[in-house]
């Protein structure tokens, strides 16, 4: 069968690599286009366009990089008509992909299936009528999703978590390098995210407050493709502060703590069982912490108190978000045995919640099969 895929990011990129290896074990005559990057195109077939010139975050970057946004989309409709594939997969990357998807269902009445679902759970809501009228069938990485989607009428199957394959995978693997032991240690990680402007807002109120912790060593855990200089610029006055890149699951294994900016990171350090706190910079403070609550859906910003429906790390978010009261967190995670526990003992619970490794393998058996017995809608 021929399976066109679009991934918008580096994480969709990943994604969609390890279910393109899981069809080609699967479907021997698997062919595949896509819209993704180099771990797609390590696994063969027709790269249309790379994430890097697709990757246009927030509203005033998407509108100064308009042309670019409209070439791509007309490049993606061209290059699936050409294709003639037997299924689109779109993985996450929904402002693109959901546009993408009503020209695929409406003008080539194609068979479109998602991986990675759209958080309509948390925000843009109306979003759901669309998926319901063009979607053939939604693979959801998160448990609530697959009841909240069911819930709305479509077709859904939990096929596990990403991370967790990660985390097992590097489990698995040789211990981590010497500088950083796999051991526990006195050591804080910094988490602070993997874009410049996130980064820029957010290390500097976390070494203020771990610099009231100096019997820990503190590391930050460096992006891919941001250089070292940039993260210098805010160390002159924490000459002991390293950063270390590339191994962010070996560093925050081995930290007695994490300071995680939100995102699927806080995940990640539930899974490799390190206790955390998580930060969450925005502008305008006290306002946007007040119209998050009318905006977003959700309690809470972190996957781990998304999944367990409650409290298991702080969130500190906005104006929340201060040397000081990350540092009065720190100190209890850090210090009183009782809490420590009680986060992990919730850990415990978050990973069998989520299930065994396998989430490549599980969608790329539910497609063929899908596939092999025809769709509907």
């Given at each position: ?5 679009v ?32 771990a ?24 100064l990089n308009?042309?670019?946004?409209v ?12 294709f ?22 409406n ?10 679902a759209?958080?309509v ?62 051991q ?53 006055n ?31 350090t ?14 305008g ?67 069998l ?20 017995n025809?769709?509907?809608?």
């Open positions: 069968m021929k399976y066109f895929l991934a918008g990011e580096a994480s969709g990129d990943m994604h969609g690599a390890a279910l393109m290896s899981e069809l080609k074990q699967l479907d021997a005559a698997a062919e595949f286009c896509f819209l993704g990057g180099d797609m195109q390590a696994v063969g077939g027709e790269l249309v366009r790379h994430y890097r010139d697709m990757a246009f975050m927030g509203f005033v970057n998407v509108v308009a042309g670019k946004v070439r791509n989309f007309r490049l993606a409709k061209q290059a699936v008509r050409a003639q594939p037997d299924v689109v997969i779109l993985i996450d990357y929904p402002g693109f992909n959901l546009k993408l998807s009503t020209f695929v269902v003008e080539l009445k194609l068979p479109v299936y998602y991986y990675i759209p958080k759970w948390a925000w843009k809501a109306y979003r759901i009528r669309q998926l319901k009228r063009e979607m053939s069938g939604m693979l959801t990485i998160f448990p609530f999703e697959t009841a909240y989607f069911a819930g709305h009428g479509l077709k859904v199957q939990y096929v596990g978590n990403p991370s967790v394959d990660a985390i097992h995978a590097f489990l698995e693997k040789e211990p981590a390098p010497e500088e950083i032991s796999p526990r240690s006195a050591r804080i990680a910094l988490l602070p995210g993997s874009r410049r402007q996130e980064i820029k807002a957010c290390l500097p109120v976390m070494l203020q407050a771990a610099e009231g912790f100096p019997e820990y060593e503190v590391i930050i855990s460096g992006a891919p493709g941001v250089e070292p200089e940039f993260y210098a610029s805010f160390l002159t924490y000459p002991s502060v390293r950063v270390v890149t590339g191994q962010t699951y070996a560093l925050v294994r081995s930290a007695s703590a994490a300071i995680v900016n939100s995102g699927t990171a806080t995940l990640e539930a899974l490799l069982d390190t206790p955390q706190l998580v930060v969450y910079h925005v502008y403070g006290r306002l946007t912490y007040w119209l998050k609550d009318r905006i977003i859906k959700t309690r809470f910003i972190s996957l781990v108190n998304i999944l367990m429906n409650k409290e298991v790390v702080k969130e500190l978010v906005a104006h929340l978000m201060t040397a000081e009261n990350i540092a009065a967190e720190l100190e209890r995670i850090l210090n009183h045995q009782e809490k420590r526990q009680q986060m992990l003992d919730q850990y415990r619970q978050l990973q919640q989520l299930g065994p490794p396998g989430t490549a393998v599980r969608a790329a058996t539910y497609l063929v099969d899908a596939l092999k025809g769709p509907g809608r």
